[in-house]
């Protein structure tokens, strides 16, 4: 399936962080017609710096990204650019995590079971300003969802930032290194650990990274 003709491709950027994925998947997209990958992403880092740097009309995200997750990311890439369309392309079947994936700006949610032809739908769907959905998630009852977030997850009370310094220090990085990655500086990133941890009533680091891989699917949005 190819896309409608266009003046110039789509251009299309991969953020996996399995290699051999990356480049099966950047060979399927790239004998499309109007489509082109114009980059790849190992990692959240990486694809929130090669968004910036690239531009591209859709990004392919996946969750599971080391660094920053792929909702970090994402919410990042959409904030810098609100032009381009993230598709999440993802093993996880969770209600959760398609809730999760659109708050953080994701119009496209794709099972990496699907074939490439579905793939190629949504990303056309996406273009159009549509959301996407998997057929086999059709009926989830993301209002249902929403009601139950807001009352059992304490992760709620948490700000995007403070998000990211938690995902962070789970992925056991220093608060230097988190700031190199963040773009803060050291002071700072303590500030929001320890704000953070006061919101959840957390005392030291080791808690907080307990609490992180318990609530790991609240924990991304």
Known sequence: MAL????????????????????CLTALLDRQTGMKVVGTAATGVEAVR????????????????????????????????????IVILSGSHTAEHLYQAFRCGALGYVAK?????????????VLSGNRYISPQFSQIDFDAIARRSRTISPLNSLSDREREVMHLTMAGLSSAQTGRVLSLSQKTVDTYRSRLMAKLGISNRTQLVKFALENSENAAG
Do not use: C, W, Y
Request: glycine share 2%; hydrophobic share 45%.
């Open 4 to 23: 409608p003709n266009r003046p110039t491709p789509v251009s299309v950027m991969l953020a996996d962080d399995h290699g051999i994925f990356r480049d």
């Open 50 to 85: 090669a968004a910036a740097r690239l531009k591209p009309s859709v990004i392919i995200v996946n969750l599971q990204l080391p660094m920053l997750s792929g909702f970090d990311a994402s919410r990042r890439i959409v904030k810098a650019l609100p032009d381009t369309r």
């Open 113 to 125: 079971e699907s074939t490439i032809a579905e793939l190629i739908d949504a990303i056309q769907t």
